[in-house]
């Protein structure tokens, strides 16, 4: 595995509950809110509703991939091919919110 550059530092993000739209649109690909950490507290607000949570470390760091649908010679054998995947960063802590969403008005 090998990142050109630095690779971005991620946070997973778990939510203990399901997440519908007001509005019965597709989530996939909406903005969720703005995610504020302070130290191992972690808040995701989106419009008057608000999740709290904690940051937890994970006990092992995970790498975020994507399929690029090229490849490469195996160590230099053009007999053998390995995949080209992107790297977009590490993920070595999570957010996670266990209780709903509290109404702040």
Request: aromatic residues 4%; glycine residues 10%.
């Amino acid at each position: 595995l090998r990142f050109e550059g630095e690779p971005a530092e991620l946070v997973l993000i778990e939510i203990q509950s399901t997440v519908v739209m007001e509005d019965g649109t597709p989530t996939s690909g909406e903005d969720l809110g703005v995610l504020e950490v302070k130290g191992k507290d972690v808040t995701l607000t989106n419009g008057p509703r608000t999740l709290y949570g904690k940051l937890i470390d994970l006990p092992k760091p995970l790498v975020l991939m994507e399929k690029t649908g090229r490849s490469e010679p195996y160590k230099g054998d053009p007999t053998r091919t390995s995949s080209v995947l992107r790297a977009h960063g590490v993920v070595r802590r999570k957010a996670l919110f266990g209780q709903r969403p509290q109404l702040s008005v």
